[in-house]
C-alpha cells in the first residue's frame, strides 16, 4: 500500500505563491502516477496536476502556466510538489494529493489553501 501526507497548504494575497509538498511512503516503486487535486466548498473533486512514471504532465486548464507539479526520490520516499504561483481567489480549496497503486487511488489527508482578494 501506499501512505501519503501533504503539507505547505495556507493563506496566501491573491497574485501570491505557495508551494505545496507530498511525502509518499511504502510501495513507492510501484506508484504508476501520482497528482494533485482540489475540493472548493460545494463543489466536486478535480484534477489539479497530475504525472505519470513516465514523468509526463498533465494540467488542468484553470492553472496551466502558473503551477508546476514534480517528482523526487530520496530515501525511498516519494516527494510530489506543487508549485503554485499568481494565486487566485478561485484556487481557494482543500489540496489533495494522490498516489496510484495497482489501479487504485491513495489518499493523503488534505491540506487548505486560501487565497484572498
Known amino acids: 500500500q501506499v501512505q501519503l501526507v501533504e503539507s505547505g497548504g495556507g493563506s496566501v494575497l491573491a497574485g501570491g505563491s505557495l508551494r505545496l509538498s507530498c511525502a509518499a511512503s511504502?510501495?513507492?516503486?510501484?506508484?504508476?502516477?501520482m497528482g494533485w487535486y482540489r475540493q472548493a466548498p460545494g463543489k466536486q473533486l478535480e484534477s489539479v496536476a497530475v504525472i505519470t512514471s513516465a514523468t509526463r504532465t498533465v494540467y488542468a486548464d484553470s492553472v496551466e502556466g502558473r503551477f508546476t507539479i514534480s517528482r523526487d526520490i530520496a530515501k525511498n520516499t516519494v516527494y510530489l510538489y506543487l508549485q503554485m504561483n499568481s494565486l487566485q481567489p478561485e484556487d481557494t480549496a482543500a489540496y489533495y494529493c494522490?498516489?496510484?497503486?495497482?489501479?487504485?487511488?491513495?489518499w493523503g489527508q488534505g491540506t487548505q489553501v486560501t487565497v484572498s482578494s
Open positions: 494522490s498516489g496510484k497503486y495497482l489501479g487504485k487511488n491513495y
Open positions: 511504502g510501495r513507492i516503486f510501484s506508484i504508476s502516477e
